[in-house]
Protein backbone atom coordinates (compact mmCIF):
# COMPACT_ATOMS: atom_id res chain seq x y z
CA UNK A 1 0.00 0.00 0.00
CA UNK A 2 1.39 3.24 -1.06
CA UNK A 3 1.76 6.23 1.39
CA UNK A 4 -1.29 8.26 -0.24
CA UNK A 5 -3.27 4.84 0.04
CA UNK A 6 -2.44 4.46 3.94
CA UNK A 7 -3.26 8.62 4.64
CA UNK A 8 -6.84 8.15 2.61
CA UNK A 9 -7.77 5.10 4.38
CA UNK A 10 -6.92 6.18 7.92
CA UNK A 11 -7.99 9.67 7.85
CA UNK A 12 -10.69 9.58 5.40
CA UNK A 13 -12.20 5.70 6.04
CA UNK A 14 -12.05 5.00 2.46
CA UNK A 15 -9.44 2.52 0.45
CA UNK A 16 -8.88 3.42 -3.08
CA UNK A 17 -9.65 0.45 -6.00
CA UNK A 18 -8.04 2.81 -8.52
CA UNK A 19 -4.59 4.57 -7.49
CA UNK A 20 -4.85 6.88 -10.13
CA UNK A 21 -7.80 8.46 -9.58
CA UNK A 22 -6.51 9.55 -5.79
CA UNK A 23 -3.34 10.42 -7.39
CA UNK A 24 -5.05 12.74 -9.69
CA UNK A 25 -7.41 14.29 -6.28
CA UNK A 26 -4.01 15.13 -4.46
CA UNK A 27 -2.37 16.80 -7.92
CA UNK A 28 -2.52 20.18 -8.41
CA UNK A 29 -2.95 22.16 -11.75
CA UNK A 30 1.06 23.15 -11.09
CA UNK A 31 1.89 19.67 -10.89
CA UNK A 32 0.98 18.02 -13.57
CA UNK A 33 -1.59 17.66 -16.60
CA UNK A 34 -3.57 14.73 -14.54
CA UNK A 35 -4.41 17.03 -12.20
CA UNK A 36 -7.02 17.89 -9.70
CA UNK A 37 -9.82 20.43 -11.16
CA UNK A 38 -12.26 18.18 -13.16
CA UNK A 39 -12.36 16.17 -9.75
CA UNK A 40 -12.62 19.30 -7.87
CA UNK A 41 -15.96 20.23 -10.27
CA UNK A 42 -17.19 16.80 -9.06
CA UNK A 43 -16.70 16.96 -5.53
CA UNK A 44 -18.21 20.47 -5.30
CA UNK A 45 -21.64 19.54 -6.65
CA UNK A 46 -21.44 16.10 -4.46
CA UNK A 47 -20.72 17.71 -1.29
CA UNK A 48 -23.69 20.45 -2.10
CA UNK A 49 -25.63 17.89 -2.60
CA UNK A 50 -24.89 15.68 0.59
CA UNK A 51 -24.66 18.04 3.20
CA UNK A 52 -28.17 20.06 1.55
CA UNK A 53 -30.01 16.34 1.97
CA UNK A 54 -28.45 15.80 5.74
CA UNK A 55 -29.36 19.64 6.41
CA UNK A 56 -32.97 18.63 5.38
CA UNK A 57 -33.06 16.25 7.22
CA UNK A 58 -31.59 17.51 10.26
CA UNK A 59 -33.41 20.63 10.94
CA UNK A 60 -36.93 19.91 9.61
CA UNK A 61 -38.19 23.75 10.93
CA UNK A 62 -35.62 25.56 8.69
CA UNK A 63 -37.19 27.08 5.79
CA UNK A 64 -35.40 27.37 2.51
CA UNK A 65 -33.26 30.32 3.34
CA UNK A 66 -32.15 29.22 6.72
CA UNK A 67 -30.81 25.91 5.06
CA UNK A 68 -29.07 27.82 2.30
CA UNK A 69 -27.31 30.00 4.85
CA UNK A 70 -26.55 26.75 6.89
CA UNK A 71 -25.25 25.16 4.01
CA UNK A 72 -23.17 28.13 2.26
CA UNK A 73 -21.68 28.60 6.40
CA UNK A 74 -20.17 24.30 5.70
CA UNK A 75 -19.33 24.59 2.42
CA UNK A 76 -17.47 28.01 2.19
CA UNK A 77 -14.16 27.91 1.43
CA UNK A 78 -12.93 28.87 4.83
CA UNK A 79 -14.69 25.67 6.15
CA UNK A 80 -13.65 22.98 3.49
CA UNK A 81 -9.79 24.21 4.14
CA UNK A 82 -9.96 23.58 7.66
CA UNK A 83 -11.24 20.40 7.34
CA UNK A 84 -8.71 19.45 4.76
CA UNK A 85 -6.30 20.77 7.73
CA UNK A 86 -7.89 18.73 9.99
CA UNK A 87 -6.55 15.60 8.21
CA UNK A 88 -3.54 16.92 7.22
CA UNK A 89 -4.65 17.22 3.14
CA UNK A 90 -1.60 19.86 2.58
CA UNK A 91 1.20 16.96 3.47
CA UNK A 92 -0.73 14.86 0.72
CA UNK A 93 -0.55 17.58 -2.00
CA UNK A 94 1.35 17.43 -5.11
CA UNK A 95 2.58 20.97 -5.84
CA UNK A 96 4.49 22.51 -8.36
CA UNK A 97 7.77 23.90 -7.58
CA UNK A 98 5.95 27.83 -8.47
CA UNK A 99 3.30 26.54 -5.86
CA UNK A 100 5.97 25.20 -3.43
CA UNK A 101 8.41 28.03 -2.76
CA UNK A 102 5.04 30.54 -2.71
CA UNK A 103 3.84 28.54 0.18
CA UNK A 104 1.08 27.61 -1.87
CA UNK A 105 0.38 24.34 -0.54
CA UNK A 106 -1.08 26.40 2.54
CA UNK A 107 -3.44 28.76 0.69
CA UNK A 108 -7.00 28.22 1.28
CA UNK A 109 -8.61 27.68 -2.15
CA UNK A 110 -5.89 24.70 -3.13
CA UNK A 111 -6.48 22.72 0.10
CA UNK A 112 -10.32 23.11 -0.51
CA UNK A 113 -10.31 22.23 -4.19
CA UNK A 114 -8.29 19.23 -3.01
CA UNK A 115 -10.80 17.89 -0.45
CA UNK A 116 -13.47 18.71 -2.81
CA UNK A 117 -10.94 17.10 -5.66
CA UNK A 118 -10.75 14.04 -3.00
CA UNK A 119 -14.41 13.41 -2.55
CA UNK A 120 -14.90 13.78 -6.47
CA UNK A 121 -12.39 10.94 -6.60
CA UNK A 122 -14.14 8.96 -3.87
CA UNK A 123 -17.50 9.14 -6.04
CA UNK A 124 -15.94 7.75 -9.01
CA UNK A 125 -13.94 5.06 -7.82
CA UNK A 126 -16.48 4.11 -4.98
CA UNK A 127 -20.18 5.22 -5.77
CA UNK A 128 -22.46 7.84 -4.55
CA UNK A 129 -22.63 6.43 -1.29
CA UNK A 130 -19.37 5.56 -0.36
CA UNK A 131 -18.61 9.32 -1.51
CA UNK A 132 -21.37 10.50 0.46
CA UNK A 133 -20.66 8.42 3.83
CA UNK A 134 -16.32 10.00 3.78
CA UNK A 135 -18.44 13.29 3.66
CA UNK A 136 -20.44 12.80 6.26
CA UNK A 137 -17.96 11.66 8.79
CA UNK A 138 -15.76 14.28 8.14
CA UNK A 139 -18.65 17.12 8.43
CA UNK A 140 -19.88 14.67 11.39
CA UNK A 141 -18.55 17.49 14.26
CA UNK A 142 -19.94 20.23 12.01
CA UNK A 143 -22.91 18.75 11.48
CA UNK A 144 -23.77 18.36 15.63
CA UNK A 145 -22.63 22.05 16.40
CA UNK A 146 -24.94 23.11 13.64
CA UNK A 147 -25.32 27.48 13.93
CA UNK A 148 -28.46 29.05 14.90
CA UNK A 149 -30.10 30.60 11.39
CA UNK A 150 -30.25 33.59 12.22
CA UNK A 151 -26.59 34.09 13.27
CA UNK A 152 -25.83 33.82 9.40
CA UNK A 153 -27.70 36.34 8.45
CA UNK A 154 -26.73 39.40 7.74
CA UNK A 155 -26.83 43.05 9.85
CA UNK A 156 -29.08 44.82 8.20
CA UNK A 157 -31.61 41.35 7.74
CA UNK A 158 -31.14 40.35 11.48
CA UNK A 159 -32.10 44.56 12.45
CA UNK A 160 -34.76 44.35 10.71
CA UNK A 161 -36.49 41.20 12.14
CA UNK A 162 -35.25 42.38 15.52
CA UNK A 163 -37.55 45.56 14.97
CA UNK A 164 -40.29 44.17 13.17
CA UNK A 165 -41.33 41.54 15.53
CA UNK A 166 -41.90 44.37 18.59
CA UNK A 167 -43.59 46.41 15.73
CA UNK A 168 -41.08 49.60 15.54
CA UNK A 169 -40.74 51.17 12.82
CA UNK A 170 -37.81 50.39 10.61
CA UNK A 171 -33.83 52.16 10.76
CA UNK A 172 -32.90 55.06 8.14
CA UNK A 173 -29.75 54.58 6.51
CA UNK A 174 -27.78 57.75 5.35
CA UNK A 175 -24.52 58.11 3.20
CA UNK A 176 -22.74 60.55 5.58
CA UNK A 177 -19.22 60.81 4.04
CA UNK A 178 -17.63 59.17 1.13
CA UNK A 179 -13.42 59.95 1.26
CA UNK A 180 -11.02 58.84 -0.98
CA UNK A 181 -10.47 58.47 -4.90
CA UNK A 182 -12.86 56.97 -7.30
CA UNK A 183 -11.44 53.12 -7.04
CA UNK A 184 -10.70 53.60 -3.11
CA UNK A 185 -13.22 55.12 -1.61
CA UNK A 186 -14.39 55.14 2.24
CA UNK A 187 -17.96 55.33 3.36
CA UNK A 188 -19.30 56.29 6.46
CA UNK A 189 -22.94 55.40 7.01
CA UNK A 190 -25.69 56.45 9.88
CA UNK A 191 -28.10 53.65 10.66
CA UNK A 192 -31.19 55.78 12.62
CA UNK A 193 -33.78 53.99 14.96
CA UNK A 194 -35.84 57.59 15.38
CA UNK A 195 -38.72 55.99 17.56
CA UNK A 196 -35.65 54.65 19.67
CA UNK A 197 -33.61 58.15 19.54
CA UNK A 198 -30.38 55.84 18.34
CA UNK A 199 -28.17 56.59 15.70
CA UNK A 200 -25.11 54.72 15.19
CA UNK A 201 -22.52 55.06 12.40
CA UNK A 202 -20.19 52.32 10.57
CA UNK A 203 -17.30 52.49 7.74
CA UNK A 204 -16.18 50.06 4.63
CA UNK A 205 -15.08 50.27 1.33
CA UNK A 206 -18.54 50.21 0.05
CA UNK A 207 -22.27 51.69 0.56
CA UNK A 208 -23.18 48.16 1.43
CA UNK A 209 -20.55 47.17 3.99
CA UNK A 210 -20.75 50.23 5.59
CA UNK A 211 -24.50 49.88 6.15
CA UNK A 212 -24.36 46.49 7.20
CA UNK A 213 -21.55 48.13 10.03
CA UNK A 214 -24.26 50.50 11.10
CA UNK A 215 -26.68 47.95 11.94
CA UNK A 216 -24.51 45.72 13.70
CA UNK A 217 -23.53 48.33 16.11
CA UNK A 218 -27.09 49.38 16.22
CA UNK A 219 -28.29 45.24 16.92
CA UNK A 220 -25.53 45.58 20.02
CA UNK A 221 -26.87 48.53 21.40
CA UNK A 222 -30.61 47.79 20.73
CA UNK A 223 -30.26 43.80 22.53
CA UNK A 224 -27.29 44.88 25.08
CA UNK A 225 -29.66 47.55 26.90
CA UNK A 226 -32.95 45.81 26.08
CA UNK A 227 -34.25 49.70 25.75
CA UNK A 228 -37.37 47.93 25.02
CA UNK B 1 -54.72 6.57 -8.84
CA UNK B 2 -54.86 10.51 -8.10
CA UNK B 3 -54.38 12.95 -11.37
CA UNK B 4 -51.11 13.96 -9.99
CA UNK B 5 -49.85 10.95 -9.93
CA UNK B 6 -51.40 9.51 -13.38
CA UNK B 7 -49.03 12.40 -14.59
CA UNK B 8 -46.12 12.19 -12.28
CA UNK B 9 -45.99 8.55 -14.04
CA UNK B 10 -46.52 9.26 -17.38
CA UNK B 11 -44.90 12.67 -17.42
CA UNK B 12 -41.65 11.91 -15.38
CA UNK B 13 -42.22 8.28 -15.59
CA UNK B 14 -41.99 7.95 -11.54
CA UNK B 15 -44.63 6.40 -8.96
CA UNK B 16 -44.82 8.07 -5.66
CA UNK B 17 -45.64 6.06 -2.90
CA UNK B 18 -46.07 8.91 -0.40
CA UNK B 19 -48.70 11.12 -1.73
CA UNK B 20 -48.37 13.79 0.77
CA UNK B 21 -44.52 14.36 -0.82
CA UNK B 22 -46.23 14.50 -4.16
CA UNK B 23 -48.79 17.04 -3.39
CA UNK B 24 -45.80 18.86 -1.32
CA UNK B 25 -43.87 19.55 -4.52
CA UNK B 26 -46.92 21.18 -6.13
CA UNK B 27 -48.03 22.93 -3.93
CA UNK B 28 -46.44 26.72 -4.28
CA UNK B 29 -46.10 28.72 -0.91
CA UNK B 30 -48.84 30.96 -2.17
CA UNK B 31 -51.18 28.30 -1.61
CA UNK B 32 -50.47 26.77 1.69
CA UNK B 33 -47.96 25.81 4.31
CA UNK B 34 -47.34 22.36 3.41
CA UNK B 35 -45.20 24.36 0.50
CA UNK B 36 -42.62 22.86 -1.76
CA UNK B 37 -39.81 25.75 -0.74
CA UNK B 38 -37.32 22.92 1.41
CA UNK B 39 -38.07 20.05 -1.74
CA UNK B 40 -36.71 22.85 -4.06
CA UNK B 41 -33.40 23.47 -1.79
CA UNK B 42 -33.25 19.79 -2.34
CA UNK B 43 -33.97 19.38 -6.21
CA UNK B 44 -31.64 22.28 -7.52
CA UNK B 45 -28.84 20.14 -5.21
CA UNK B 46 -29.47 17.09 -6.41
CA UNK B 47 -29.97 18.20 -10.24
CA UNK B 48 -26.60 20.03 -9.90
CA UNK B 49 -24.92 16.82 -8.94
CA UNK B 50 -26.63 14.42 -11.49
CA UNK B 51 -25.60 16.90 -14.10
CA UNK B 52 -22.35 17.35 -12.89
CA UNK B 53 -21.58 13.86 -12.36
CA UNK B 54 -23.44 13.31 -16.41
CA UNK B 55 -21.27 16.05 -17.83
CA UNK B 56 -18.01 14.92 -16.45
CA UNK B 57 -18.44 11.28 -18.14
CA UNK B 58 -19.77 12.51 -21.46
CA UNK B 59 -17.06 15.74 -22.20
CA UNK B 60 -14.31 13.80 -20.91
CA UNK B 61 -11.66 16.38 -22.82
CA UNK B 62 -13.85 19.74 -21.30
CA UNK B 63 -11.71 22.10 -18.35
CA UNK B 64 -13.58 22.45 -15.15
CA UNK B 65 -14.07 26.09 -16.63
CA UNK B 66 -16.12 24.51 -19.82
CA UNK B 67 -17.77 21.89 -17.37
CA UNK B 68 -19.52 24.70 -14.96
CA UNK B 69 -20.36 26.78 -17.93
CA UNK B 70 -22.06 23.31 -19.66
CA UNK B 71 -23.54 22.87 -16.55
CA UNK B 72 -25.21 26.53 -16.06
CA UNK B 73 -26.56 26.35 -19.27
CA UNK B 74 -28.87 23.46 -18.67
CA UNK B 75 -29.78 24.17 -14.99
CA UNK B 76 -30.58 27.95 -15.27
CA UNK B 77 -33.70 28.97 -14.56
CA UNK B 78 -34.89 29.84 -17.60
CA UNK B 79 -33.82 25.87 -19.19
CA UNK B 80 -35.57 24.39 -15.95
CA UNK B 81 -38.74 26.54 -16.77
CA UNK B 82 -38.71 25.41 -20.46
CA UNK B 83 -38.46 21.50 -18.97
CA UNK B 84 -40.91 22.31 -16.82
CA UNK B 85 -43.30 23.39 -19.49
CA UNK B 86 -42.73 20.51 -21.53
CA UNK B 87 -44.06 18.28 -19.02
CA UNK B 88 -47.09 20.41 -18.15
CA UNK B 89 -45.78 20.90 -15.03
CA UNK B 90 -48.14 24.24 -14.85
CA UNK B 91 -51.26 22.18 -14.79
CA UNK B 92 -50.31 20.75 -11.82
CA UNK B 93 -49.48 23.66 -9.45
CA UNK B 94 -51.38 24.15 -6.54
CA UNK B 95 -51.29 28.45 -6.71
CA UNK B 96 -52.75 30.45 -4.28
CA UNK B 97 -55.41 33.30 -5.79
CA UNK B 98 -52.72 36.17 -6.13
CA UNK B 99 -50.70 33.96 -8.11
CA UNK B 100 -53.27 33.04 -10.19
CA UNK B 101 -54.94 35.80 -10.94
CA UNK B 102 -51.29 37.58 -11.99
CA UNK B 103 -50.97 34.87 -14.30
CA UNK B 104 -48.30 33.56 -12.12
CA UNK B 105 -48.83 30.09 -13.05
CA UNK B 106 -46.92 31.11 -16.41
CA UNK B 107 -43.91 32.72 -14.56
CA UNK B 108 -40.87 31.47 -15.20
CA UNK B 109 -39.23 30.91 -11.77
CA UNK B 110 -42.31 29.21 -10.51
CA UNK B 111 -42.01 26.84 -12.65
CA UNK B 112 -38.20 26.27 -12.34
CA UNK B 113 -38.63 26.02 -8.90
CA UNK B 114 -41.92 23.67 -9.40
CA UNK B 115 -39.66 20.90 -11.04
CA UNK B 116 -36.95 21.19 -9.02
CA UNK B 117 -38.86 20.65 -5.80
CA UNK B 118 -40.31 17.31 -7.97
CA UNK B 119 -37.28 16.09 -8.14
CA UNK B 120 -36.62 16.90 -4.20
CA UNK B 121 -39.51 15.27 -3.57
CA UNK B 122 -38.83 12.02 -5.51
CA UNK B 123 -35.40 11.79 -3.77
CA UNK B 124 -37.05 11.69 -0.84
CA UNK B 125 -39.68 9.31 -1.98
CA UNK B 126 -37.29 6.94 -3.81
CA UNK B 127 -33.88 7.46 -3.28
CA UNK B 128 -31.13 8.77 -5.15
CA UNK B 129 -30.87 6.46 -7.72
CA UNK B 130 -34.29 6.69 -8.92
CA UNK B 131 -34.41 10.28 -9.07
CA UNK B 132 -31.02 10.79 -11.02
CA UNK B 133 -32.71 8.53 -13.67
CA UNK B 134 -35.59 10.36 -13.70
CA UNK B 135 -33.60 13.68 -13.82
CA UNK B 136 -31.49 12.29 -17.00
CA UNK B 137 -34.56 10.88 -18.70
CA UNK B 138 -36.18 14.73 -18.72
CA UNK B 139 -32.69 16.36 -19.55
CA UNK B 140 -31.91 13.16 -22.42
CA UNK B 141 -32.44 15.65 -25.37
CA UNK B 142 -30.33 18.28 -24.17
CA UNK B 143 -27.31 16.03 -23.16
CA UNK B 144 -27.26 14.92 -26.99
CA UNK B 145 -27.05 18.54 -28.05
CA UNK B 146 -24.47 20.11 -25.93
CA UNK B 147 -23.58 23.43 -26.76
CA UNK B 148 -19.74 23.97 -27.42
CA UNK B 149 -18.28 25.08 -24.11
CA UNK B 150 -16.85 28.05 -26.48
CA UNK B 151 -20.37 29.39 -27.26
CA UNK B 152 -21.24 30.00 -24.10
CA UNK B 153 -18.41 32.28 -22.85
CA UNK B 154 -18.52 36.22 -22.80
CA UNK B 155 -17.64 38.28 -25.78
CA UNK B 156 -14.94 39.28 -24.42
CA UNK B 157 -12.86 36.29 -23.26
CA UNK B 158 -13.98 34.88 -26.93
CA UNK B 159 -12.23 37.94 -28.74
CA UNK B 160 -9.59 37.74 -26.26
CA UNK B 161 -8.64 34.03 -27.01
CA UNK B 162 -9.55 34.57 -30.37
CA UNK B 163 -6.57 37.58 -30.64
CA UNK B 164 -4.18 35.21 -28.53
CA UNK B 165 -4.25 32.16 -30.98
CA UNK B 166 -3.46 34.41 -33.63
CA UNK B 167 -0.63 37.03 -31.24
CA UNK B 168 -2.49 39.52 -32.13
CA UNK B 169 -2.07 42.47 -29.39
CA UNK B 170 -5.75 42.66 -27.03
CA UNK B 171 -8.35 44.88 -27.67
CA UNK B 172 -8.61 48.37 -25.64
CA UNK B 173 -11.98 49.39 -23.87
CA UNK B 174 -12.33 53.02 -23.82
CA UNK B 175 -16.12 54.50 -22.72
CA UNK B 176 -17.37 57.25 -24.95
CA UNK B 177 -20.14 58.63 -23.59
CA UNK B 178 -22.32 57.80 -20.11
CA UNK B 179 -25.78 59.30 -20.32
CA UNK B 180 -28.38 59.16 -17.96
CA UNK B 181 -29.00 59.49 -14.42
CA UNK B 182 -27.13 57.80 -11.58
CA UNK B 183 -29.72 55.02 -11.55
CA UNK B 184 -30.41 55.08 -15.14
CA UNK B 185 -27.31 55.21 -17.06
CA UNK B 186 -26.84 54.45 -20.53
CA UNK B 187 -23.03 53.43 -21.71
CA UNK B 188 -21.20 53.60 -24.82
CA UNK B 189 -17.73 51.54 -25.36
CA UNK B 190 -15.38 51.44 -28.13
CA UNK B 191 -13.13 48.43 -28.58
CA UNK B 192 -10.48 48.62 -30.37
CA UNK B 193 -8.00 46.15 -32.07
CA UNK B 194 -5.11 48.72 -32.95
CA UNK B 195 -2.91 46.67 -35.51
CA UNK B 196 -6.23 45.26 -37.16
CA UNK B 197 -7.17 48.75 -37.76
CA UNK B 198 -10.75 47.94 -36.49
CA UNK B 199 -13.20 49.87 -34.13
CA UNK B 200 -16.48 49.03 -32.92
CA UNK B 201 -18.80 50.46 -30.36
CA UNK B 202 -21.57 48.85 -28.20
CA UNK B 203 -24.01 50.22 -25.48
CA UNK B 204 -25.45 48.98 -22.48
CA UNK B 205 -26.47 49.90 -19.28
CA UNK B 206 -23.94 49.14 -17.43
CA UNK B 207 -20.16 49.48 -18.23
CA UNK B 208 -19.77 45.79 -18.53
CA UNK B 209 -22.21 45.37 -20.71
CA UNK B 210 -21.39 47.98 -23.39
CA UNK B 211 -18.14 46.46 -23.34
CA UNK B 212 -19.63 42.80 -23.96
CA UNK B 213 -21.76 44.10 -27.39
CA UNK B 214 -18.32 46.31 -28.00
CA UNK B 215 -16.44 42.65 -27.75
CA UNK B 216 -19.52 40.94 -29.36
CA UNK B 217 -19.32 43.22 -33.00
CA UNK B 218 -15.38 43.07 -33.03
CA UNK B 219 -16.09 39.30 -33.41
CA UNK B 220 -18.59 39.13 -35.90
CA UNK B 221 -16.43 42.07 -38.00
CA UNK B 222 -12.97 39.98 -37.74
CA UNK B 223 -14.35 36.23 -37.66
CA UNK B 224 -16.88 37.30 -40.82
CA UNK B 225 -14.44 39.11 -42.90
CA UNK B 226 -11.69 36.74 -42.12
CA UNK B 227 -9.25 39.38 -42.15
CA UNK B 228 -6.28 37.43 -41.12
Known amino acids: MTRDQDW ?3 KLG ?5 ENLLASALTHRSAGSRHNERLEFLGDAL ?21 SRLRA ?6 SLAELA ?22 RESILADALEAMFGAILLDGGTEAASKAILVLFD ?17 RLQEWLQARNIALPVYAVDEVQGAAHNQRFS ?14 GGTSRRKAEQ ?7 EILTKESLI
Open 73 to 78: SLVKGG
Open 213 to 219: ASAEKML
Open 85 to 106: RSVSLGDQLKLGSGELKSGGYR
Open 141 to 157: ERLHNLPKPEHLKDSKT
Open 47 to 67: INFVIALELYRRVPRADEGDL
Open 189 to 202: VSCQVASLDQVTTG
Open 14 to 18: YSFKD
Open 8 to 10: VRS
